[in-house]
C-alpha cells in the first residue's frame, strides 16, 4: 500500500477519479458508455477527444520543463499551424488542386513543418543565443499570431474540405481518430525515451546541466530537438482543433493554451524545475483540466463565474497534489484522533 | 577543567531505513576548541544538525549550562547561543559585507522606519575588527577571497551573543595560509571563552588546533580524548574501528615504467586569463601529480584537457595524433575522464538514482540510439558499488541520499565505467574520510598498474608526495618545474612557494 502511494501516478490518478465519480455522482448518466452507429458515445469518450490536443501539446511541454526550459509560445504556434493548414488548403482549392487526398496531405505537412521550425527557433534562441527559455519564447508567442494573420490576412479561414474534418472529428474502430493520434505520439515518446538513451540524458539535462555537460552529454543538441518536438506537437494540435472547427483562427486558436499545458504537466506530477518527468502524469493531468472544464459546463455555471469555478478547483486540485500540504493535513489531522482514543 | 558549557546524551535519530545517529553525544567547554571527527555517515552532520535544530532528536537530551534545551529551528538555537557556520558560506555573494553581516535584523532610523546604514557599516566594522579584519565593508561581499566570506559568516554567527560555534568543514576550500588565519582566529575566539566545535576531515589540522576529540562511529559515540593523549594512529582506528593506519604507508608509489608511452602531451597549451602556455607529458601506467595552491591555474588545466574551455594556444596530442577538444564529449571520446573537484555543482546528479549516475559517462559516449540494456548496466553498476565499496540501500537510490565520500565514489565510478585512459582527479579526496580516501586512492594506483594514466590535482602535499611519480607545480598560472618520482615535501613547497 505503501509503495502504491508512493508511486508518482498515483495522485493525479486519485484526483482524476474523485473527479469523475462526483460528476457520477451529480449526474448519474455522466459515466454511462453506450454505442451508437459502431461508435463509442458518452461523457468519457467526449474529455478524452477534447482533451487530445492538450494532451498532445503538454506531451511537448513536459520534455522542455524537463530540461528545465518552457514554452509559452505553444498556442501562438498551434494557430499558426492551423491557419497553415487551412491557408494550404483553399490555395489548392483555388489553383484547381482541391480534388483527393494531396490537399489533407499538403496540409499537415506544410503545417507540422511550419511548426517544427518554431519550435527550432525556439530552441536555437534558448541553446545558441543564451536566451532565457520565457523570453525566448515570450517572443514567439507575441509575434506568432501576427504570423498567422499575416497568413489568413486577418480573416477567419473556413475550411470546405471533407477530408481534412476526418483528424478531429471522425473516428477509427469506434474511437475518435484524435485518440489515435495521442496514443502514438506517447508511444513513439516511450519508446525513444526508454528504449535509447534519451530519457536519461534528458533528466542528466534537467537534474545538472554542469554535471551533464561535464560528463559528455551534448546537450546544446538535444535540448534545441526538445523544443523542435515542443513545436511540433502543438502543430498536431493546431491540425486536431482547426479540422474539428473546420476553420483557423488566427487570433482564438489556442487562446492560453500555453497556461493550461504548464498545468497539465505540473499535475502530472513533473517538477518544474527540471529532472524527472513522467509523460502519463501528463496526460492524466491534461484530462483532469478537460474534466474540469466539462464539469463546470455540465453542472450549469453561469458563464461570468465560470473561470473562477475553475480557478478554485484548479487550487485544490494542486493543493492535493503537494506533499507538503498532504502532510500538514495529516499531522493536523492526527491529534483529533488521538483525543477521541 | 573549565566549565561545562554543553552536553549532549544518548541522542538518536533515524531517516527512513538508516540509523543515522544511535546514541551519539558531547561535551563541550568553555574557552576550548573541540573536534568532532568520524568516517563518512558516522553521524557529524547529523548531530550538527540536532544541536542546531535543524533536525529534532528522537531520543536523548541537549543541555545548556546544564538546562535543558529543545531547539526545534536554526533561529531558537541562535537564541539560546548556538550558531554555525556550513561547510558552504550561506551568504549573499551580490551584498555587501555590512549587510550580509546585518541581513534579517537591520538597525532602523527612529521614526521612518528606514534601514539605518550609517549603523550597518559602522557596527559591521567593529565586528570585524573584534576578529582582527581590516576590509571595507561596503564591498560586496563576492568580491573577498572564500577564506575572507568564511571569516564574515563566523563574524555573522557570533554577532548574536554565542556560547557555541559550531565550524562544519570550515577548511576545506581554503588554502594552507588561510587555514593557518582561520586557526589564529579560533585561538582568539576560544580565548574569550567561546566553546568551538571544529568539524574536519584532515586530520593534522585537528593536531594543530584542537585541545580535545570526540570521535563518532556508525552513529555512536566511540569516546572523547584529549589530542595531546591520542596518537594519528590510534585516532584513525578509534575512527574506522580496524587498523588501515598502516595501509598509507604500503601503498606503492606509481612510477613510469620504462616502456610506458605517452598517452597524452600537451605542447604549449594556454588560455588567456586562464593559464599561460604549459608543457605536460603523461605516460601510460603514471600518476603524475599536479601541485599548486588554489587558483595557481590547475583546475584550469584539467578544463583544458578536458574541453570544457577552449585552448587558445597550443596543441595536445593524443598517443602521437593531433587533437582538438572542442567539447568535453570530444574528450570522453578519446578515452579522458575528469572526477571534478565541485562535487555537488559538477559532479552528481543528486536527483537520479546510482544506477543512472554511473552509467552516464559510458552512454554518452555510446551516443543516445544505443541503449545499454538494463541487466548490463545493473551489472555493471554492481561491480562498482562493490570494487569501491558504495554504501546503499538500492542501486536506484537518489545519489542526493548518500554521504559525501559516497557521492564521490558514484563519480568516480561513472568514470572508471569507461575505462578511461586518462583520469584526471582534481582534488578527489576533498571533504572525504580518510577510509573512503584510501579506498579510493588503492583503486586508482591499482588501475595505474595495469596502465591507466592518472593526472591527479592536489593541495595536500604528503598525499601528493607518497601517491604520484613525477610532480608538476604550477605557480601563479605558470608551470614553475617539475620534480621527479620520490620527491620530498619541502621540495614541492620550494616550489610552489617559490623560495628557491
Known amino acids: ?18 473527479l469523475l465519480l462526483a460528476n457520477g455522482l451529480f449526474n448519474p448518466g455522466f459515466l454511462a458508455l453506450q454505442i451508437r452507429d459502431g461508435h463509442l458515445y458518452g461523457n468519457l469518450v467526449d474529455i478524452a477527444n477534447r482533451a487530445a490536443p492538450l494532451a498532445l501539446v503538454s506531451m511537448g511541454m513536459t520534455l522542455v520543463i524537463a530540461v528545465r526550459g518552457i514554452d509559452i509560445s505553444v498556442g501562438a504556434v498551434l494557430a499558426i499551424a492551423a491557419t497553415v493548414a487551412a491557408w494550404t488548403i483553399t490555395q489548392l482549392q483555388s489553383s484547381g488542386a482541391g480534388d483527393g487526398l494531396l490537399p489533407l496531405f499538403a496540409a499537415c505537412g506544410a503545417a507540422l513543418g511550419v511548426a517544427a521550425l518554431c519550435g527550432l527557433w525556439n530552441g536555437m534562441l534558448v541553446v545558441k543565443v543564451g536566451v532565457q527559455p520565457i523570453v525566448a519564447t515570450l517572443i514567439l508567442m507575441v509575434a506568432g499570431r501576427g504570423l498567422a494573420q499575416l497568413i489568413s490576412d486577418g480573416q477567419i479561414l473556413t475550411i470546405y474540405y471533407a477530408p481534412y474534418a476526418y483528424l478531429g472529428n471522425g473516428y477509427l474502430l469506434g474511437l475518435p481518430f484524435a485518440l489515435f493520434v495521442v496514443g502514438a505520439v506517447f508511444l513513439i515518446l516511450k519508446l525513444l525515451l526508454n528504449r535509447t538513451a534519451l530519457g536519461l540524458f534528458v533528466r542528466a539535462i534537467g537534474d545538472n546541466p554542469v554535471a551533464a555537460h561535464m560528463s559528455g552529454v551534448r546537450a546544446r543538441a538535444i535540448t534545441p530537438a526538445l523544443y523542435m518536438f515542443c513545436g511540433l506537437s502543438a502543430g498536431m494540435a493546431g491540425l ?12 482564438n486558436a489556442g487562446q492560453l493554451f500555453e497556461l493550461d499545458a504548464i498545468l497539465a504537466v505540473s499535475l502530472g506530477g513533473t517538477a518544474l524545475a527540471g529532472g524527472r518527468f513522467s509523460l502519463a502524469g501528463t496526460l492524466v493531468g491534461a484530462l483532469i483540466i478537460q474534466t474540469l472544464t466539462t464539469t463546470i459546463y455540465s453542472i450549469g455555471v453561469p458563464p461570468q463565474v465560470n473561470l473562477v469555478v475553475k480557478a478554485t478547483l484548479v487550487l485544490a486540485v494542486l493543493l492535493l497534489q503537494a506533499p507538503h500540504f498532504r502532510g500538514q493535513m495529516q499531522s493536523l489531522l492526527r491529534p483529533a484522533r488521538g483525543s477521541r482514543a | 577543567m573549565s566549565a561545562v558549557v554543553l552536553q549532549a546524551e544518548n541522542l538518536c535519530k533515524r531517516f527512513g531505513a538508516t540509523q543515522a545517529l544511535d546514541g551519539a553525544g558531547l561535551v563541550l567547554r568553555a574557552g576550548e576548541v573541540h573536534a568532532l571527527m568520524g568516517q563518512n555517515g558516522a553521524g557529524k552532520s547529523t548531530l550538527i544538525r540536532l544541536l542546531t535544530g535543524a533536525e529534532t532528536p528522537d531520543a536523548g537530551r541537549i543541555l545548556l549550562d546544564g538546562r535543558l534545551i529543545a531547539p526545534a529551528t536554526p533561529l531558537e ?8 557556520v556550513y561547510q558552504e558560506v550561506n551568504l549573499c555573494p551580490n551584498l555587501s559585507v555590512a549587510e550580509n553581516l546585518y541581513a534579517g535584523r537591520y538597525p532602523r532610523r527612529r521614526g521612518t522606519g528606514l534601514i539605518d546604514h550609517a549603523r550597518v557599516r559602522d557596527g559591521a566594522s567593529r565586528m570585524l575588527a573584534e576578529l582582527h579584519l581590516e576590509i571595507d565593508v561596503e564591498r560586496p561581499l563576492g568580491s573577498y577571497p572564500v577564506a575572507l566570506q568564511q571569516m564574515v559568516a563566523i563574524a555573522r554567527a557570533l554577532g548574536v551573543s554565542a556560547r557555541v560555534l559550531i565550524l562544519d568543514e570550515p577548511t576545506s576550500s581554503l588554502d594552507h595560509h588561510e587555514v593557518r588565519e582561520l586557526f589564529a582566529l579560533m585561538r582568539r575566539l576560544r580565548e574569550r571563552g567561546l566553546a568551538i566545535l571544529f568539524v574536519t576531515h584532515f586530520l593534522d589540522q585537528v593536531y594543530a588546533v584542537a585541545d580535545r576529540i570526540t570521535v563518532l562511529r556508525n552513529g555512536a559515540l566511540v569516546g572523547e580524548f584529549p589530542t595531546a593523549e591520542l596518537s594519528q594512529t590510534q585516532l584513525v582506528t578509534a575512527m574506522v574501528g580496524r587498523e588501515v593506519a598502516s595501509v598509507a604507508a604500503r601503498e606503492p608509489r606509481a612510477v613510469v615504467e620504462r616502456d610506458a608511452q605517452v598517452v597524452v602531451e600537451a605542447r604549449g597549451l594556454g588560455r588567456r586569463g586562464a593559464l599561460f602556455p604549459v608543457d605536460l607529458d603523461i605516460h601510460t601506467g603514471e600518476v603524475l601529480g599536479l601541485g599548486g595552491l588554489l587558483g595557481s591555474g590547475r583546475t584550469e588545466l584539467a578544463r583544458l584537457l578536458f574541453g570544457l574551455d577552449r585552448a587558445d594556444s597550443g596543441q595536445i596530442h593524443v598517443a602521437g595524433e593531433a587533437v582538438d577538444l572542442r567539447h568535453p564529449a570530444d574528450a570522453v571520446a578519446h578515452g579522458f575522464a575528469l572526477c571534478p573537484e565541485e562535487r555537488k555543482t559538477e559532479g552528481i546528479f543528486a536527483g537520479l538514482g546510482v544506477r543512472e549516475n554511473i552509467v552516464l559517462a559510458l552512454q554518452a559516449r555510446g551516443g543516445w540510439w544505443r541503449s545499454l540494456p538494463k541487466e548490463r548496466q545493473q551489472a555493471l553498476v554492481r561491480e562498482f558499488v562493490k570494487l569501491l565499496d558504495i554504501r ?18 558514484v563519480v568516480l565510478a561513472r568514470w572508471l565505467a569507461t575505462a578511461p585512459r586518462l583520469l584526471i582527479l582534481d582534488e578527489p579526496t576533498r571533504g572525504i574520510d580518510i577510509a573512503a580516501r584510501q579506498e579510493i586512492m588503492a583503486e586508482i594506483l591499482r588501475l595505474a598498474r595495469q596502465g591507466m594514466a592518472v593526472l591527479f590535482i592536489c593541495t595536500e602535499l604528503e598525499e601528493l608526495t607518497r601517491l604520484c611519480g613525477r610532480i608538476a607545480i604550477l605557480r601563479d598560472r605558470h608551470k614553475v618545474g ?19
Open chain 1, 1 to 18: 500500500m505503501r509503495r502504491l502511494l508512493a508511486h508518482p501516478l498515483c495522485w493525479p490518478l486519485a484526483t482524476l477519479a474523485l
Open chain 1, 240 to 251: 486536431l482543433v482547426s479540422s474539428n472547427m473546420a476553420s483557423a483562427d488566427a487570433n
Open chain 2, 77 to 84: 538555537a541562535q537564541r539560546e547561543g548556538i550558531s554555525t
Open chain 2, 392 to 409: 546503499l540501500a538500492d542501486i536506484e537510490t537518489p545519489v542526493g541520499a548518500l554521504s559525501g565520500g559516497n557521492q564521490q565514489k
Open chain 2, 482 to 500: 617539475e620534480l621527479p618520482a620520490g620527491s620530498e615535501g619541502w621540495q614541492v613547497l620550494e616550489l610552489i612557494a617559490g623560495e628557491k
